[in-house]
Structure formats: structure tokens, C-alpha cells
């Protein structure tokens, strides 16, 4: 079936794709699940294969499908084989729907159970092409462990097509592992129409006294979103500037930051929120987002910030500098350098005109990431991975 595509104006087929993803509030998960409804808006039927409804798909439709993958638990198994259960899915859901293209996000485990459903339906006369996206902590954490490393790449150069986060991801791939294949730097990206209202509209007299700025984290808490570093950045803004971090998320450093925030005796300053799914709500009343990450691949969160005009205080780590340029949309610092981060967001929050020209450039920055500019990308290069059946 042929149609007009949305934006690029050319000529893109409806196809079946089987997206295979955490099903988590972590951005690979977000993203991918985000990409599948954009998918299903242009017209093609999306198949999500994860272990658990995706906490960010809002609703199934019938172009939009979710298979549960069930490892069955058996008492001899230590580990319960997990990539075997997802492969053997993969092969009976790829049959059963006729599903075209299998777009695995995050490497581990998923390139690899890809991989092995790819190999299985070959020998039954079924090509399916896989694209794997490489999303950040699959390759500068987890997948440089030398456990996995083998494994990891061999999943990578095995993939028909394979796309990176990020121009900054892609160079570590390369230069952390032995890769073959090319790779295409496809960024996050977000449904700016979304905002538009939203940016204007905000009431955030609801958090926050009106003589007070409101600063804002959200995060899955690991130790590589350094923290104790938010807090401490937030305490030397709120010495200068009256205000409140809201910090939003869950996970180890958790407790830690508690009791930070306890020593340094600003408990009725920071609110955590815990998880939540209106990260949106909140950032629509921030002034200032905190990322001041040890790695990132890209920073959805900071994106997902920008997009709802805020200005973003970072670090300049991994592919962070390719979304928030620094005096425009926010500010970057050497990581650990929580005085001139802070310096910086006292910066943007003490002047009135200043916080409202940083908001402005999050909010034009952002849009440079729509949705519509970016999933064409992922279209094309579906499209390309289907060819290699053609010409092979
Ligand atoms: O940030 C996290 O720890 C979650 C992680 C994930 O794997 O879900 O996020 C990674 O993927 C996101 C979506 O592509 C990127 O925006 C994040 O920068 C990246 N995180 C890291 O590289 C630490």
C-alpha cells in the first residue's frame, strides 16, 4: 500500500513493525514507545514486544498492538532466560501478524534475542530486517562490561541498520567497540504541538509562591545523574535566588539526596515527587532544569524541559552539548563544576528579562526536535533495511 508521508513529501509504504523495548519511565523506553504511536498516527501498524505494557502508551488502538512476553519460571534456573522467551515471541508475532520490520531498542538484551528471531524465521524462508537503536547506558555502562562486550557487538554488526541517539554516542560505539556496520544518528525528539498551549497557560502559583522560582530534576536517580550534585547546585542558587526544587523520579541515590538535603537544612525547600507520569505538568511551571549528568547520551529529559521553556543547566557530557547550547537554551559546565552551574542559573533566574529570553530559545531549540522531523528518519531507514531483502 502506498501513501503520501506527513512531511517529506514523498511516497512511504504502510508497513508492520514489531517494536521491542523496556517497558519502563527510562528514555529508551519513552522514546520508543513515543516513536510507535507516531508510527501508528502515519498510518503503520505497530506491534510493541516487551515484557510489560509500556508506562507511556496511553492507549491501544487497532493499528497499535502489545504482546507480553512470560518467562515461565523454573526452579533449576538461577536466571530466569528472558532473551529466549523474546526471541521465541518475536518468531511466533512476526508469523502470526506478518510483521515486516523489528525495531529493537537498547542492545541488551534486545539486539541479541533479535538477532536469534531473525535467524529462526530465516530458516523457515522468513527475512525480516532488524534495526537496533543504541540509546546511551547499552553501550557506555553496561555493554563495555567485558561479560557482555562480545555479545554487544556482535548484535550491533549483525543488525541491518543501526542508529545512535546521538553524533557523541556513535563516536563511542566506534571507539569502544570493534563495529562494521554504519551508523546513522537519528536524535530524540518530542511532539512540540503539544506544548504550545501548555507553555503559556501555566498556572504555577499551584507549587510555588509567586516571589519564588521553581527548579526542577527529573531523573531515574542513578548514580550517573550525579545527584548530590542537583542538590548542591540548588542550595547555592537558593542562597541568592528564593526558590524550590522539585525533584522527580526514583531509584538508588534516592536516600541519599534525602539526606543531603536534611544536612544542609533545606527540607522545606526540595519536594520529591517520586515517579510520575506528568513529568509535564511539573516542568510547565519550572524556571530551571538541573542535568548535571556524568553520561548522556542525549538528555531526553533536558528536551522534554525545553519543550515546555525551560533552560537547562548541564553538564557538557556525552551528547548534551548537541541539544543544549550554552547561552542560548541554558548553560553547560565540566562535569562537577556545581559552583559555575550554579553561578549560571543565578544567572538566568535573578534577572526577569534574562529567564525570559533563555525560556524562549528552550522552547525554539526544542522545536528543532519535533516529532514530525525526526520519525521520517526512522521511516527511511526502516525502508532502507527492507531494500536489503530486495537486492539480497
Ligand atoms: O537516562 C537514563 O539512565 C535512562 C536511559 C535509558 O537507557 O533508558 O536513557 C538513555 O536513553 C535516552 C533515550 O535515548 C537518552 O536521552 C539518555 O540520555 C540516555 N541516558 C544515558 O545515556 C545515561
Redesign the pocket.
Same mark, same amino acid.
Given at each position: 500500500m502506498k501513501r503520501e508521508s506527513q512531511n517529506v513529501g514523498k511516497t512511504v509504504k504502510y508497513m508492520k513493525i514489531a517494536i521491542v523495548c523496556?517497558p519502563t519511565f /527510562?528514555?529508551? /523506553?519513552?522514546?520508543a514507545t513515543e516513536l510507535g504511536m507516531e508510527l501508528s498516527n502515519r498510518g503503520h501498524e505497530i506491534h510493541f514486544i516487551t515484557y510489560k505494557h509500556p508506562v507511556k502508551l496511553e492507549q491501544l488502538t487497532g493499528n497499535i498492538h502489545f504482546h507480553e512476553v512470560n518467562v515461565p519460571e523454573y526452579p533449576l534456573f538461577h536466571y530466569q532466560p528472558y532473551e529466549l522467551a523474546l526471541s521465541s515471541k518475536l518468531v511466533n508475532m512476526v508469523k502470526l501478524y506478518k510483521i515486516e520490520v523489528l525495531h529493537v531498542h537498547?542492545a541488551i538484551p534486545h539486539a541479541y534475542a533479535g538477532y536469534m528471531a531473525k535467524k529462526m524465521l530465516e530458516e523457515e524462508g522468513i527475512f525480516i530486517p532488524m534495526v537496533t537503536t543504541l540509546?546511551?547506558?547499552?553501550i557506555?555502562l553496561v555493554g563495555n562490561h567485558p561479560f557482555y562486550k562480545p555479545a554487544v557487538t556482535f548484535s550491533i554488526n549483525n543488525s541491518n541498520v543501526v542508529t545512535s541517539?546521538s553524533q557523541s554516542l556513535k563516536e563511542d560505539t566506534l571507539s569502544s567497540f570493534k563495529i562494521t556496520k554504519e551508523i546513522y544518528v537519528v536524535p $530524540?525528539f518530542i511532539d512540540t504541538s503539544k506544548y504550545q498551549k501548555k507553555y503559556t497557560d501555566c498556572e504555577r502559583s499551584l507549587l510555588a509562591h509567586p516571589d519564588e522560582k521553581i527548579i526542577s530534576h527529573v531523573? $531515574?536517580f542513578?548514580p550517573?545523574k550525579r545527584i548530590a550534585d542537583v542538590i548542591n547546585i540548588f542550595d547555592s542558587i537558593q542562597k541568592k535566588v528564593k526558590s524550590k526544587l522539585i525533584m522527580v523520579g526514583d531509584g538508588p541515590e534516592k536516600e541519599m539526596a534525602e539526606n543531603l538535603v536534611m544536612e544542609l537544612g533545606i527540607e522545606d525547600k526540595v519536594v520529591f515527587l517520586g515517579q510520575s507520569n506528568e513529568v509535564d505538568e511539573i516542568l510547565c511551571f519550572s524556571d530551571l532544569f538541573l542535568l548535571p549528568?556524568e553520561?548522556?547520551?542525549? /538528555?531526553?529529559a533536558a528536551l522534554e524541559a525545553m519543550a515546555n521553556g525551560v533552560p537547562v543547566i548541564s553538564s557538557n557530557s556525552?551528547?548534551i552539548p548537541e541539544l543544549n547550547i550554552h547561552g542560548v537554551s541554558g548553560y553547560l559546565s565540566d562535569l562537577g563544576n556545581v559552583e559555575e552551574m550554579a553561578n549560571f542559573g543565578i544567572s538566568i533566574l535573578e534577572n526577569e528579562e534574562t529567564l525570559q529570553r533563555f525560556k524562549m530559545n528552550a522552547w525554539n531549540r526544542a522545536k528543532i526536535f519535533d516529532v514530525h522531523k525526526i520519525v521520517p528518519l526512522y521511516e527511511a531507514l526502516y525502508e532502507k533495511a527492507l531494500s536489503e531483502k530486495i537486492n539480497s
Open positions: 523496556y /527510562g528514555g529508551s /523506553g519513552v522514546v537498547y540509546h546511551g547506558t547499552d557506555t541517539v $530524540n531523573s $531515574n542513578r550517573v549528568s553520561k548522556e547520551s542525549f /538528555g531526553l556525552g551528547g
